[in-house]
């Protein structure tokens, strides 16, 4: 079971680096989303901006934008990166099915750094409610295509810093990413014990 977000690891809350690699387990946060099929993969990521909103209900506009440390990322910035990050992982499974229905071979893309992104794109600066919607439309669309996918496309990839890895694995990676970052923003936010989504909720895909 995921871990309670006031317990989580500080470790978790000093850099948003989980985009310089992609994963679909993780033992900071607890999630192992390694046996998941893509419904499932989808069902329990369809909750999820629900529970971002409720996470930062109630919080003003100097809570939302103060970072604790120059390490440490603000809620706005978790929430804005949480929305591009699911939005960039549904990119990488687009071009890893083109570049096999163009038969160029599995595409090659380097990492990026969430850090030098948040400053570039201004992510502390965003408007809340345009984020949170932003979040709550790349979701659902992620969540549809990834339900759509056939075993065939599903075991299709690309490489990714020398590591290839499957459209599945970057599926399971795209909720990592979702769901470690919503304990990061209920830390940040305060959140009351068990407000997370669990792995083990019986939530039909939206």
């Not at 979702?178 to 039909?204: I, T």
Request: charged share 30%; net charge negative; glycine share 6%.
């Amino acid at each position: 079971m995921p871990r309670d977000p006031r317990t989580v690891s500080a470790a978790i809350l000093g850099r948003a680096g989980t985009l310089r690699r992609v994963e679909e387990q993780c033992a900071e946060c607890g999630l192992d989303a390694s046996g998941l099929d893509m419904v499932a993969t989808a069902a329990r990521l369809a909750p999820l901006p629900a529970a971002y909103r409720d996470a930062v209900a109630g919080l003003d506009d100097a809570e939302l934008r103060k970072r604790a440390d120059e390490r440490t990322w603000s809620v706005v910035e978790y929430l804005a990166h949480a929305r591009d990050a699911v939005r960039y992982h549904g990119a990488l499974i687009r071009d890893a099915l083109r570049a096999e229905a163009d038969h160029a071979g599995e595409r090659r893309v380097a990492a990026i750094d969430p850090d030098a992104a948040a400053i570039e794109l201004a992510y502390n600066d965003a408007d809340v409610t345009e984020v949170l919607d932003g979040i709550e439309a790349n979701f659902a669309r992620f969540g549809t295509r990834i339900s759509e996918l056939t075993p065939e496309e599903q075991a299709k990839g690309l490489v990714r810093d020398d590591r290839r890895v499957s459209v599945a694995f970057l599926a399971h990676s795209a909720l990592h990413e979702a769901w470690h970052h919503l304990l990061d923003v209920q830390r940040l936010a305060g959140s009351p014990s068990g407000a997370a989504v669990s792995q083990g909720d019986d939530v039909e895909p939206g």
